[in-house]
């Protein structure tokens, strides 16, 4: 059973920078390919950036494309996301997702476990 334990939200101001980290265990890390979403409230979840197994292949949403870079350490079983230029249309309660799937997805159903989120704040 993979568990995964988000960190590095927090209050900023517009402008600036936040990394958030995902903590894996359970299961190989190398084998899982991984994902950032993120919820507002009152809005669906959406996807923000995914990472292959390998880290050869990212993607990143429009919306963030430029400003966040998704990466991953398999040595330290994390995933991390760089957040830059952050705006106050970011904020929401981002989570982490794993997927066994080869490759990356940004579809939420493809990934079947979740973490239990980290909020990100940005203020105007």
């Known amino acids: 059973q993979v568990r995964l334990v988000e960190s590095g939200g927090g209050l900023v101001q517009a402008g600036g920078s936040l990394r958030l980290s995902c903590a894996t265990s359970?299961?190989?890390?190398?084998?899982?390919?991984m994902g950032w979403f993120r919820q507002a409230p009152g809005k669906e979840r959406e996807f923000v950036a995914a990472?292959?197994?390998?880290?050869?292949?990212?993607r990143h949403a429009d919306s963030v494309k430029g400003r966040f870079t998704v990466s991953r350490d398999n040595a330290k079983s994390t995933v991390y996301l760089q957040m830059n230029s952050l705006k106050p249309e970011d904020t929401a309660l981002y989570y982490c997702?794993?997927?066994?799937?080869?490759?990356?997805?940004?579809?939420?159903?493809?990934?079947?476990?979740w973490g239990q989120g980290t909020q990100v704040t940005v203020s105007s």
């Open positions: 990472i292959s197994q390998s880290a050869y292949i990212t």
């Open positions: 359970g299961r190989t890390f190398s084998s899982l390919s």
């Open positions: 997702a794993a997927s066994i799937r080869v490759g990356i997805s940004s579809n939420s159903y493809e990934y079947s476990t």
